[in-house]
C-alpha cells in the first residue's frame, strides 16, 4: 500500500537501456542458475544471516553470481562511539546488496520491501528495520528507533530520496532521518551509487516506475561488464557547522548527488513538530517550518525505501 508520503518519479522502465551488447543465452542461463543457489544458501541460513561476517559473504556471492562487480572502499562508517548514518541515493534493488557486500550495516525501508521477491525474503533475514509509510504519526517513533539504533553503536542506511531513479544525479533528499543522526551525535556518511559497463555510465540496473523484479533480474542477467562503484564521501557532523537537519541534509544531498543545485525543499508544520515531540536537544534545535503545502509530484510511482516525510519539492524535468 502507498501512502500519502510517498515519493514520485518520472523515471519509467523505459529509462532502463543496456550500454554494451547483452552477453550470451548460455552465459544468463549460468548466471540465473548461480544466482538461484546463492539465494537458497542465504535463505538457509536463517536468522544466522545477520551476522554481519557472513552477511557481507551472502551478498557478495549473489552479486558475483549475477556478475556485478563492486568497486568502492573498505568501510563505510567512521568507527568508535555513537553509529554512523549512511545516506545513500538510490537505483536499484542491487543497491541494497553492493552496501552489504562493502559493509553490513543495519538498512531503514519501507515496509512493502519486505514482500519483494527474493530481495524481501533477504532483507528480513539480514535485520532490516521496516517502516510503516501509509501513517504519519509513526514518524516521531521511527526517528526515535533510528536514534537509539545510532547511540548504541549500530550504524544505519537509509535512502533519503525515498524512491528510485533512474542515475545518481536526480531526486532530494528528505530530511528527517537526519535528525536522528543529530539526537544520537551521529556522524553522516554521505554515499554515492552508480552503475557503469566497461566505465560507460548504464542505466540497465535501474528499477523504476512499473518495473517488475522479474524484469529487472533479466536485465541484470544479460548485462556485461557490470560494475556498482560505491564512492564514500567525507563525514558530516555538527562539528561541520551543520546546526539542524536542514543543512545537514543540504550537505549530505550535495555530496550523493554530484554537487548539482538541489531542488528546494519544503517542510509540513505538523511533521516537524512530530520530530520535535521525539524529544531534539538544544544542540540540533530544527528551524522553524517553511509555511507551505507539501504535496508529491505528479508521476509515477515507483519501488522506494526510506522515510517520507520532509518532502522536497517535485524535481526539475530531465531526460532520461
Given at each position: 500500500m502507498n501512502g500519502p508520503w510517498d515519493v514520485w518519479s518520472d523515471c519509467t522502465p523505459d529509462c532502463a537501456a543496456h550500454a554494451l551488447p547483452r552477453v550470451t543465452?548460455?552465459?544468463?542461463?549460468r548466471r540465473g542458475a548461480a544466482f538461484a543457489r546463492s539465494v537458497r544458501r542465504a535463505l538457509t541460513d536463517g536468522e544466522r544471516m545477520a551476522d554481519p561476517v557472513r552477511l557481507r559473504a551472502h551478498a557478495a556471492s549473489l552479486l558475483d553470481a549475477l556478475g556485478v562487480r563492486v568497486e568502492g572502499p573498505a568501510a563505510l562508517t567512521a568507527g568508535d562511539g555513537p553509529g554512523t548514518l549512511v545516506v545513500v541515493n538510490h537505483i536499484s534493488w542491487l543497491d541494497i546488496l553492493a552496501l552489504l557486500a562493502v559493509e553490513p550495516v543495519t538498512l531503514l525501508a519501507k515496509r512493502e520491501v519486505g514482500a519483494w521477491p527474493v530481495v524481501g525474503g533477504?532483507?528480513?533475514r539480514a535485520g532490516t528495520h521496516f517502516i510503516d509509510r501509509?501513517?504519519?504519526?509513526r514518524l516521531r517513533h521511527t526517528v526515535q528507533e533510528v536514534s537509539e539504533l545510532l547511540g548504541s553503536g549500530r550504524s544505519v542506511a537509509v535512502f533519503p530520496q525515498a524512491t528510485t531513479w533512474c542515475t545518481a544525479d536526480r531526486g532530494g533528499f528528505r530530511r528527517a532521518t537526519f535528525q536522528a543522526a543529530l539526537d544520537a551525535g551521529a556522524p553522516v556518511r554521505p554515499v554515492t551509487l552508480d552503475y557503469t559497463q566497461q566505465g560507460t555510465p548504464s542505466t540497465v540496473a535501474a528499477f523504476c516506475g512499473e518495473d517488475t523484479f522479474a524484469a529487472s533480474l533479466r536485465r541484470v542477467?544479460?548485462?556485461r561488464a557490470l560494475t556498482v562503484r560505491v564512492t564514500a564521501h567525507p563525514l558530516l557532523t555538527t562539528a561541520d557547522g551543520c546546526p539542524d537537519r536542514r543543512e545537514l541534509a543540504r550537505r549530505a544531498a550535495r555530496a550523493v548527488l554530484g554537487g548539482r543545485p538541489e531542488a528546494g525543499s519544503v517542510?509540513?508544520?505538523g511533521a516537524a513538530a512530530a520530530v520535535r515531540r521525539a524529544g531534539t536537544p538544544a544542540r540540533a534545535a530544527l528551524r522553524p517550518a517553511a509555511a507551505v503545502a507539501d504535496?508529491?509530484?505528479p508521476g509515477s510511482p515507483v519501488p522506494a525505501s526510506g522515510i517520507a516525510p520532509d518532502a522536497p519539492a517535485p524535481p526539475a524535468p530531465a531526460h532520461v
Open positions: 543465452a548460455p552465459r544468463v542461463a533477504l532483507a528480513r501509509t501513517s504519519p504519526r542477467l544479460a548485462a517542510e509540513r508544520p504535496s508529491p509530484a
